[in-house]
Every structure is written in C-alpha cells, then in structure tokens.
C-alpha cells in the first residue's frame, strides 16, 4: 500500500481488491462514484470504463517499451480523467489520485492487500490451480490485511525508529564507499546492476543477519520478486518467482 508515489515509476499508482466490485455505470459505460470506504463523498466521474482500462492495460504491461518509457503521462491521463475505475483488465478498482488513495488506506473497511480476497485467487481456486505462492505472500507486510499487518508493521516499526535508523547510517556509507571504490577505474558501469542493486541487497542481508557466504542466493533471486508487484500473467505461471519466492521463504524460516 502507498499513499504517496515514489521517486520512481511503479507499476500501478494505486490498486486495492475490494471482494466484491460493483461500479455504479451510466449507459455509456462511465464509472461513477462515491468512492467505497471513503469517509467524504465524493462524485467521481471519469473517461468511459473501457478506454480507462486501456490506459490501465497499457501500465500494466511491462513488455510494451514505449509505455515503459514514460509511464507518468499514463498515470496523468488516468488521474485527470479516470481517478477511480473498475478496470476488467486488473480484475480490481484501480485508484490513482492521491486524495482517494489517502481516503482508501485510512478506510480500509471493504479494501484489501490480500491476494487471496481477489477475483484472480478465486478462478484459480475454482480450476483446482495451485495457490501457493498467494498463500504464502498473504503473511508478507505488504499483501496483508488487519490484524496480521497490524501485528507485522508493529515488529517492523521497531527496527526503523529515527534513533535505529541513525545508527545504520555509517555502515551504509562505508558499504556505499567500499561500491564506489570497486568502480573506480571502469570504462563504464551500470548504475543500477554494479551500484544500487549490490547497495540495497547488501544493507539488506545486513538487517536479517545473512552470512557473506549465503548473500548470493539473495542477489539471485530478488530481482524476480519485483514481479509481485507488477501485473499480468498469473504469478503461478512464472517458474522463476515462484522457485524466488520458495527458496527465500524456505531459507529465512528453516
């Protein structure tokens, strides 16, 4: 869940699984408001339902370049003309102004994070697919929903007070440093794979107390978790999240 977007683009502003979805249409096929759960009524009416979702469609799609290149103005034209929709693509309400989506996640009642209260889990279950992954990810911080996250953000918070996270602060500029120094010299790097990536992984293991030597099954698998956050082919489909997903589970609880 985010309430503000971040420095760079993510895959969708904003999408919340209500369990059950019913826009309110005009003939035309235009979603209406008020917004479900929002303690101010509002009217929110916007572009037609299948045009939005167009729109939705062409942000979810990670293989389409040209999208990829510049996904604000996507995100402009879904907020200005289609601030909350019910996309068919997304099988969710797709909600993308930063007003509503404050008013979503400080009424939570009828929303959720938990991929198991969504239409997807629920075909899946219905065809007798496997649901593992779904399952499993409903106990991460970022797909659940009150109580567990209650309880999960109450042990994370813990850990990232101002006074903790002050004192991380010159182990990561000496990671930062030692990354730098190890560039030094090249013709050319990438920022992100040679610099960012390592920094983050690092930091990371450091947090959860990874040995060195067991650090690479991380800097494997990680990247394929970034999937969970994007949209398209059911997550059951990719054999590299779900074999991401597993291996990091099975050794972080073992």
């Known amino acids: 869940r985010a309430a503000r977007a971040p420095p760079a683009p993510p895959a969708l502003p904003a999408v919340l ?3 059950e979805p019913k826009p309110n249409t005009l003939g035309d096929g235009v979603t209406i ?3 479900p759960g929002a303690p101010r009524a509002r009217t929110l009416l916007g572009m037609a339902t299948t045009e939005a979702d167009a729109t939705v469609r062409r942000i979810l799609d990670r293989h389409d370049p040209e999208a990829r290149q510049d996904l604000y103005a ?4 879904l907020r200005s003309s289609a601030p909350v929709v019910h996309s068919p693509t997304a099988e969710a309400w797709v909600v993308s102004r930063h007003a509503d989506v404050v008013d979503v996640l400080r009424s939570p009642a009828g929303w959720s994070s938990d991929f198991r209260r969504s239409t997807t889990y629920q075909r899946e279950v219905a065809r007798g697919r ?9 106990m991460v911080i970022l797909f659940a929903d009150p109580p567990a996250h209650t309880r999960l953000r109450s042990l994370v918070s813990k850990a990232f007070t ?3 996270v002050q004192q991380l602060v010159p182990r990561i500029e000496a990671i930062a440093g030692g990354l730098v120094d190890d560039l030094r010299g090249r013709d050319h790097f990438e920022l992100l794979d040679d610099y960012a990536f390592p920094l983050t992984i690092t930091v990371i293991c450091e947090l959860l107390g990874v040995p060195v030597a067991d650090r690479g099954v991380f800097r494997q698998h990680v990247p394929a978790l970034t999937q969970l956050i994007e949209w398209g082919e059911t997550a059951e489909d ?16 073992e």
Do not use: F
């Open 238 to 253: 990719d054999p590299a999240l779900v074999a991401a997903v597993l291996t990091l589970w099975g050794y972080l609880t």
């Open 162 to 164: 101002p006074r903790a």
């Open 17 to 19: 699984l209500p369990p």
């Open 130 to 138: 496997s649901t593992e992954l779904a399952d499993l990810m409903s």
């Open 33 to 35: 408001g008020p917004l």
């Open 74 to 77: 996507l995100y402009d034209r």
